[in-house]
């Protein structure tokens, strides 16, 4: 889709006028995509300068992780973290290099990592604007910032609390700073015992398959059992997955990474979408079930459609939006959207459980939005369906978590799609800028995030909330 500010940008009168007027010329950065699917060595050759705080207590798995995955390690400070290098570095070829002082000429790195994890009071807060402030300026384009803490609930006194808790104030407004080059920023809190579920979040946010994420705040938590096998190359041999609402935009280009990595899809959508929804499912070699999930008997349709295979990997996409102000807005629009966007959900997944059709190890994906966190003029209807399913997904995480199967949600912001094409032009151009990165999203952009949460290797983060929005300035 044009970007009209964008194309305005590159007009040399255009550029004069913006100047004139003290304006910021709109050139956001043209984002670094995964071109494929997953890879073995995601950063193969990339340098990534590590700081450490006093108590850090993840070199560890830092190392394995770094390693493994084909990154050039840089340590800065206390030499004495190298130790931890050293072995996986020995096996991977990838020694680690020590960094003491001012950031060396002719390293400008890719990304930057900090682990927090043992900050206990608000001045040792000073570690890390020490490690950040020389080499923030310095990351590449596109390039990937982290941070790693703890739960504020893990901690035992005022001062632990607030200081983990500041973390994720930092990386929210850092990752407006860096955004401007394309980068971004997170923070991963890890739970006591979930130490060696990092590698696999570790690896898809500092991935090109992240690039839309930014500013998130995520939980990795022992909660779900392990898989019992994964592989970060085609991890999703042998699985089945459905796809709801993918005859086209975000279901599309889902069941499209899906297959990329190894599913079977199942593209469900309407009887009077079959056309697309076959093509679709043709291109991705899977399968093709029709229904219409507002039916009351969508549930039991999609359950015999699917009790021949059954199905590791459900993704929630289906939705509509019927937008009125609470006082125009008829009782029937208010029905569809809860109807479709929420009832649909909770009935579809609640006769897939009773039924036995969710194998072991399941994914569960749902498809809320931002304006269910922060709400929106005119979505009363829309907003309170995208709402509930956080609701619901906090809610059944728990419950299915010793079968190893997880349930997240997944927030988008603005992304390009025929829907967001028919917003009028100022509105729309408004949604592109309001984000860090000054740019809409692209279904490709949520497609990797849902297909990364279908993965065993995303299996510690359930119960969570997602956001696939660029960062954006609307909500928490």
Not at 247 to 269: F, M, N, P, Q
Not at 345 to 354: E, F, K, P
Request: hydrophobic share 40%; with cysteine.
């Amino acid at each position: 889709m044009s970007d009209f500010l964008i194309d305005l940008g590159q007009n040399p009168q255009a550029r004069k006028w913006f100047k004139k007027l003290n304006l910021p010329i709109p050139l956001p950065q043209k984002l670094e995509r995964a071109k494929g699917p997953s890879e073995e060595r995601p950063l193969f050759d990339s340098d990534v300068v590590i700081g450490f705080g006093r108590g850090a207590t993840l070199a560890k798995p830092l190392a394995d992780m770094l390693t493994a995955a084909g990154a050039n390690p840089h340590i800065v400070g206390d030499a004495a973290r190298l130790d931890a290098f050293e072995a996986p570095g020995e096996a991977h070829g990838r020694p680690a290099r020590h960094i003491d002082g001012e950031p060396p000429e002719g390293v400008k790195p890719y990304a930057l990592l900090f682990d927090a994890t043992g900050l206990e009071n608000t001045s040792s807060l000073r570690e890390l604007y020490d490690f950040f402030h020389p080499w923030t300026q310095k990351i590449a384009r596109c390039g990937r910032l982290i941070v790693l803490g703890r739960p504020v609930g893990l901690q035992t006194t005022m001062a632990s609390a607030a200081t983990q808790f500041a973390l994720s104030g930092f990386v929210r407004s850092v990752a407006k700073e860096v955004g401007r080059k394309g980068a971004t920023a997170q923070l991963l809190t890890v739970d006591a015992g979930a130490e060696d579920r990092l590698a696999g979040v570790l690896r898809f946010l500092l991935s090109p398959h992240s690039a839309f994420v930014s500013g998130q705040c995520l939980d990795i938590t022992a909660v779900a059992q392990p898989p019992k096998t994964s592989s970060w190359l085609r991890p999703l041999d042998g699985k089945v997955a459905l796809v709801t609402g993918a005859a086209r935009g975000i279901g599309k280009a889902t069941a499209e990474r899906l297959a990329s990595e190894g599913a079977h899809v199942v593209c469900l959508d309407r009887p009077a979408d079959d056309g697309p929804c076959s093509q679709v499912a043709r291109a991705v070699s899977g399968s093709v079930l029709l229904a219409d999930v507002s039916s009351p008997d969508a549930a039991q349709i999609i359950a015999d459609g699917l009790r021949e295979r059954g199905v590791d990997i459900v993704v929630h996409n289906a939705g509509v939006t019927r937008d009125k102000t609470i006082t125009r807005m008829k009782p029937e629009l208010w029905e569809q959207a809860i109807g479709i966007n929420l009832t649909a959900v909770a009935n579809i997944t609640q006769t897939l459980l009773d039924e036995g059709l969710l194998r072991d190890e399941g994914r569960v994906i749902c498809l809320s939005s931002v304006a269910g966190i922060a709400g929106n003029m005119g979505q009363t209807n829309y907003a309170a369906s995208k709402a509930g399913i956080i609701g619901l997904v906090q809610h059944l995480a728990p419950t299915v978590a010793d079968r190893g199967i997880t349930v997240n949600a997944i927030a988008p912001g603005f992304i390009e799609t025929r829907l967001t094409k028919a917003i009028p032009a100022v509105t729309r151009e408004a949604g592109r800028r309001l984000c860090n990165l000054g740019q809409g999203g692209l279904p490709r952009d949520v497609a990797e995030v849902i297909t990364f949460l279908a993965t065993p290797g995303s299996y510690g983060i359930t119960g969570g909330v997602l956001r696939v929005c660029g960062g954006s300035l609307i909500g928490a």
